[in-house]
C-alpha cells in the first residue's frame, strides 16, 4: 500500500482485518454454510480482465451516470449489506452518510 491508501481488495481487507476484532472480521469476510457462493463470486471477479490502454488522454473523463433519474458522478452504488455497526458504531446510518458526502446512492432493502 503505498502512502498507505488501499487501492485493491486485497488492501481493504487487510485494514479491516488490523482494525476490527477478530470475529468482527470473520463473520463479515466470511460466506454462509460452506462458502460455495462466496468462492464463486470470488472466481467471477476474477475473471473480469481489465484491458490497459497506454497513451490515451485521460485528462477529461467524464463517468457521469444517471440511474432512474438521479445524476451520480460514477456508476458506483453501494449495494445492500448489514451488520454495518460491527464496523462502526452508527452502522447503516454512517455507511448512508458516506455515499451521500459522495453523491451517490445507498440501495436498501425493505
Known amino acids: 500500500m503505498e502512502n498507505n491508501l488501499p487501492v485493491n481488495i486485497r488492501e481493504y481487507q487487510e485494514l479491516a482485518k488490523k482494525a476490527l476484532p477478530k470475529m468482527h472480521y470473520d463473520y463479515i ?3 454462509a454454510e460452506d462458502e460455495h457462493t462466496l468462492r464463486d463470486n470470488i472466481a467471477a471477479y476474477g475473471r473480469i480482465l481489465l484491458r490497459p490502454r497506454v497513451l490515451v488522454d485521460v485528462s477529461n473523463i467524464d463517468m457521469s451516470t ?9 456508476p458506483i452504488i453501494v449495494a445492500p449489506t448489514g451488520s454495518h455497526k460491527l464496523a462502526n458504531p452508527e452502522g447503516e446510518v454512517a455507511t448512508a452518510r458516506a455515499a451521500a458526502s459522495c453523491n451517490t446512492l445507498m440501495v436498501g432493502v425493505n
Open 66 to 74: 444517471n440511474l432512474l433519474g438521479y445524476d451520480m458522478p460514477s
Open 29 to 31: 469476510n466470511g460466506g
